[in-house]
């Protein structure tokens, strides 16, 4: 015999979970008191609901196992809601849970009562509760549904009362309730030879991979697809990594800075090839010419059929559809390489800052320049967020952390806590906004409660930045409800005795990198900066 509450941290264990994040609440103390008794799984204490399951995402991202967080009641389970969001449209593996009323009370009109299922049913692949001699069980599945197919959270109810209730300890398989991911071997003869039939009509095709192309991992089989037949690439933002920026046929990423020029190689395709392509980061209608379309996933197109003259899925495993499509007898494509290189050049070139500047551009040059290549840099929601996906040299995957499907302010601070967690020799660096940092400032009381060596680099701009520029380009007041203007003339000089670092120049900010990576524990460098650089640089026609 064992109690629901111990069961509940050793099947966590047991499926691979190793922090469970959250915010006490009476019910859950039964729960934390077991993941401390439970070898090899921690509880770790946030300043915020949101955080616990932002963090929760991100171990999801490295581990492939679900990350696990948990919060009470009402406003608590409303909190979480945020982060449960960003795992759901970010593809994440996530367990959340909540406090939940008991059986006879669910109905009922109680402090602090809304019906949880209902309010994650929208935002999960899944939402169930489970009951004292069912927990294991229903965990187990949870834990199959989150990690298959797309992988997604899912939000299991605990009804309050229940955690020192005994329990039949049953020697259930760990493995045997996941949902095994659906391979397939050869492609089906017909979808051959439509995809051969277009890919060999066709001159100048282009490869677009997206977010499902990292999660399965298929890297160098896609360089060896793009080298074959001479085809340029294109990325979506969470796909950074996946082609290195320094290769002849490398083309950009979508929708980031200076997404004209980007779209200079790919309006000019005549067949547009998806990898992997979710467009939960960008519709394919967006930027895509009006040519055919293969689409290689695990889920078919979704797309405007009326903008898209023909569409082929190829639904099915990713690495075995690359594979078909390397060996297809059809010849290297007619892309101009002297071209495409130039078109390159002089977009990276536009991304570096002037000799001596020092406005958002520099600070991203210099941080690049600060972090090995081994290092993870996580990015907060803004202006910002557009530069690095295009500026930020990414030489793997997961080197470079946002949310693109969800797109909440507030990520990267909780993401580089998880980052570092997950890769402790690892150098982590948080890149936010103003905007964004004073969404999350109290986090940092939780970085160092921590003792987490984590860089946070904030720019200060005084203003919304990202939406200053869309009220720029409607002609609208740039400056009504999105000027900030909270850096006091005297800064402080820490943050909950996490260090402060100011800095205005180029020089001081080059000190600032050089005394904050030789520190132990959170450092943050606050940049005051001129938001101009974003004006010519962001927000650019994708078509």
Not at 71 to 98: H, I, K, M, Q, Y
Not at 100 to 105: F, G, I, V
Not at 117 to 128: E, G, R, Y
């Amino acid at each position: 015999m064992s109690t629901v509450a111990r069961q509940f941290a050793h099947t966590l264990r047991e499926i691979g979970v190793r922090y469970v994040f959250g915010v006490p609440s009476g019910n859950m103390i039964d729960y934390i008191e077991a993941l401390r008794l439970e070898d090899g799984i921690e509880f770790v204490l946030v300043g915020h609901e949101a955080t616990a399951a932002i963090m929760a995402d991100v171990c999801g991202r490295f581990s492939g196992f679900p990350g696990a967080c948990f919060a009470t009641f009402g406003p608590g389970a409303t909190n979480l809601s945020t982060g449960v969001g960003e795992a759901f449209l970010d593809r994440s593996p996530l367990l959340a849970f909540t406090d939940e009323m008991p059986d006879h009370l669910l109905s009922r009109t109680v402090q602090m009562n809304i019906n949880h299922q209902q309010l994650f049913f929208a935002i999960t692949k899944h939402t169930t509760r489970f009951h004292s001699g069912n927990a294991a069980e229903v965990i187990l599945k949870a834990a199959g549904i989150a990690t298959s197919d797309v992988p997604g959270p899912v939000h299991i109810g605990i009804p309050a009362g229940i955690g020192r209730d005994l329990t039949v300890v049953e020697n259930t398989e760990v493995e045997y309730l996941r949902v095994e991911k659906k391979r397939w071997s050869p492609m089906m003869h017909q979808q051959i030879k439509k995809v051969e039939t277009l890919f060999a009509k066709s001159k100048k095709p282009i490869l677009a991979v997206g977010l499902s192309a990292v999660r399965e991992g298929v890297r160098n089989l896609l360089l060896a697809v793009a080298e074959k037949f001479q085809l340029p690439v294109v990325l979506t933002p969470m796909a950074k990594g996946m082609f290195p920026e320094n290769h002849p046929l490398y083309t950009g990423v979508l929708f980031h800075a200076l997404s004209n020029m980007v779209a200079e190689t790919y309006s000019t395709a005549d067949l547009v090839i998806g990898v992997g392509y979710d467009p939960v980061e960008f519709n394919y209608e967006e930027w895509m010419p009006a040519v055919p379309l293969i689409h290689i996933d695990s889920k078919e197109a979704d797309v405007d059929t009326g903008q898209i003259p023909e569409v082929l899925n190829v639904i099915g495993d990713l690495g075995t559809a690359l594979t078909e499509l390397r060996n297809l007898k059809t010849a290297t494509k007619s892309w101009d390489l002297d071209q495409l290189a130039k078109r390159r050049d002089k977009l990276f070139a536009k991304l570096k800052p002037q000799p001596d500047s020092f406005g958002p551009l520099a600070v991203l040059h210099e941080l690049r320049q600060a972090i090995p290549d081994e290092g993870i840099l996580t990015v907060d929601v803004g202006a910002h967020l557009h530069l690095a996906g295009q500026q930020w040299r990414t030489p793997a995957p997961q080197k470079l952390l946002m949310t693109n499907g969800w797109s909440g302010m507030g990520f990267a601070l909780p993401a580089a806590m998880a980052a570092k967690m997950c890769n402790p020799d690892l150098p982590v660096v948080a890149l936010m906004g103003d905007g964004g940092f004073y969404m999350t400032v109290g986090e940092l009381a939780t970085a160092k409660r921590l003792n987490l060596d984590i860089v946070i680099v904030v720019i200060y701009d005084s203003s919304l930045s990202l939406i200053n520029i869309k009220q720029q380009k409607k002609g609208y007041d740039s400056h009504y409800g999105t000027d900030l203007n909270t850096l006091a003339d005297n800064p402080t000089n820490h943050y909950f005795g996490v260090p402060v670092i100011s800095c205005s120049n180029l020089g001081e900010y080059r000190m600032a990198l050089n005394d904050a990576f030789s520190c132990k524990g959170p450092v943050v460098i606050e940049v005051r900066v001129n938001s101009i650089e974003y004006e010519n640089l962001v927000l650019l026609p994708n078509k």
